[in-house]
């Protein structure tokens, strides 16, 4: 079976500063992996995955996450934050299995 | 359709009715999910439809909920009885084979029991 982790059910950064949204998986299988973001009052839009090749993908955004298979991590990078960046971010692991979301973190941006 | 259309929007019911929540997922999709969004929580996974497989019900939470899929396309969300805490937003995403490479999601339709 698969599973996810999110590490820290909400993040905060200043504008500008760097992003870092942690995200762990569980997968017996070569996985699949995705970040979604929810704006408030909005449905989910895919930032980016990974499917195989290239293990640092970019979004968009500016976001890019990099798939560490002996870390079995995906983690949500920005260089620098945007006001317009505070929404939901949900880490997903998929693929030959069904979808399998984290719990989400939800990133605020202060001026 | 353009894009995952669920119906309605929103939904107001009283204590103990019964509702259909509905998804139109793009076509040609063969993968179908359901998942439940409670305020200020993640994405609770209700319900998956891949192709003519049998459902993996594995995530519906009591047996007063339901989802059926007719001719691999449309699909309802039934949920017999409803109590308080069934109020959240239900999310539809549909997935274009059965290796999951995106899922598209619907705007989801937010219930509430009152």
């Known amino acids: 079976a698969q599973s996810v982790t999110q590490l820290g059910s909400h993040v905060s950064v200043s504008e500008g500063a760097l992003v870092l949204l942690r995200c762990n998986y569980s997968?017996?299988?070569?996985?699949?992996l995705f970040w979604y973001v929810q704006y408030p009052n909005q449905g989910l839009q895919l930032l980016l995955k990974y499917t195989t090749g290239a293990t640092l993908v970019k979004g968009i955004n500016g976001f890019e996450a990099e798939f560490k298979k002996s870390e079995t991590s995906f983690h949500l990078t920005k260089p620098s934050a945007h006001m317009s960046d505070a929404a939901e971010y949900f880490c997903?692991?998929?693929?030959?299995?069904?979808?399998?979301f984290g719990t989400g973190t939800r990133l605020l941006v202060s001026p | 359709g353009a894009g995952v259309s669920q119906s309605p929007s929103n939904k107001v019911t009283e204590k103990g009715k019964d509702v259909e929540l509905r998804c139109d997922p793009i076509s040609g999709h063969t993968a179908l999910y359901w998942y439940r969004q409670s305020l200020g929580q993640g994405l609770e996974f209700l319900i998956y439809?891949?192709?003519?497989?049998?459902?993996?019900k594995s995530g519906l939470p009591s047996d007063r909920f339901s989802a059926e899929r007719t001719g691999g396309s449309v699909s309802t969300l039934t949920i017999q009885r409803t109590q308080q805490e069934d109020s959240a937003v239900y999310l539809c995403?549909?997935?274009?084979?059965?290796?999951?490479?995106?899922?598209?999601f619907g705007q989801g339709t937010r219930l509430t029991v009152v």
């Open positions: 439809f891949q192709g003519n497989s049998a459902p993996d």
């Open positions: 997903a692991v998929g693929g030959f299995q069904k979808l399998v």
């Open positions: 997968s017996s299988v070569p996985p699949y």
């Open positions: 995403a549909s997935s274009l084979s059965r290796v999951n490479t995106e899922a598209f």
